[in-house]
């Protein structure tokens, strides 16, 4: 069965330091791969997706995410932290095939400190 | 273009009642899935309906129940309320049958009393 590990429960950046979510999966192909991202109250906005090819994938607000196979990892970076940035992000697995299911890891919350 | 609507946003039931909670999905989309959400939990998946047909179920009683109507719109039901079930409830939809990026709406907050 598939899996999302996200072992950072809570991170806390400066504003304008970088920032690298750690988001591991366990799925036997390639799986289908998001970030989304959740502010207090409201739903989840997806971030960027992976499906194939390039494994650097550019989203929205400047984030980024790199899947490495060897890894079995897709963790999200963006190179400069704004304090609207503060949030739950998750990453997400979809199975290929699998219509549009996605499980969910746990979530990491980021707190931007001034 | 409206996202996906969500109603009613808040919601108090007693334990032994019955809900249901209504999402309209983005327009000219036909997948509509379902999650809840606890912080115990986490984002656990209910259900899939693609085009009127549950695609995908999840690991939940069968007091949890949903259906997809022809214009995409979904409902889904909980009966026998427990406490257990206050959670924020997710609609999200997606414009084809696999694989699609989900658009979530805001959710429902069921709080059971």
């Known amino acids: 069965a598939q899996s999302v590990t996200q072992p950072d429960i809570h991170i806390t950046v400066s504003e304008g330091a970088s920032l690298e979510l750690r988001c591991n999966y366990s799925y036997g192909a390639t799986p289908y791969l998001f970030w989304y991202v959740q502010s207090p109250g409201q739903g989840l906005q997806l971030l960027l997706k992976y499906f194939s090819g390039d494994t650097l994938v550019q989203g929205i607000k400047g984030f980024e995410a790199e899947f490495k196979r060897s890894q079995s990892s897709f963790n999200l970076r963006k190179p400069s932290v704004h304090w609207s940035d503060a949030a739950e992000y998750f990453c997400?697995?979809?199975?290929?095939?699998?219509?549009?299911?996605?499980?969910f890891g746990a979530g990491t919350i980021l707190r931007v400190k001034s | 273009k409206a996202g996906v609507t969500q109603t009613p946003r808040y919601l108090i039931k007693t334990r032994g009642q019955q809900v249901t909670l209504s999402c309209s999905p983005i327009s000219g989309h036909r997948s509509v899935s379902w999650y809840q959400q606890t912080p115990g939990q986490g984002l656990q998946f209910l259900f899939e309906y693609f085009s009127e047909t549950q695609r995908n179920k999840g690991n939940f009683p069968g007091r949890f129940s949903g259906r997809q109507f022809s214009n995409s719109r979904s409902e889904m039901n909980v009966s026998t309320l427990e406490l257990g079930d206050s959670a924020l409830y997710l609609c999200?939809?997606?414009?084809?049958?696999?694989?699609?990026?989900?658009?979530f709406g805001d959710g429902t907050r069921l709080s059971i009393l």
């Open positions: 999200a939809s997606s414009i084809g049958e696999s694989n699609q990026p989900q658009h």
């Open positions: 997400a697995v979809g199975a290929p095939q699998g219509g549009n299911k996605l499980v």
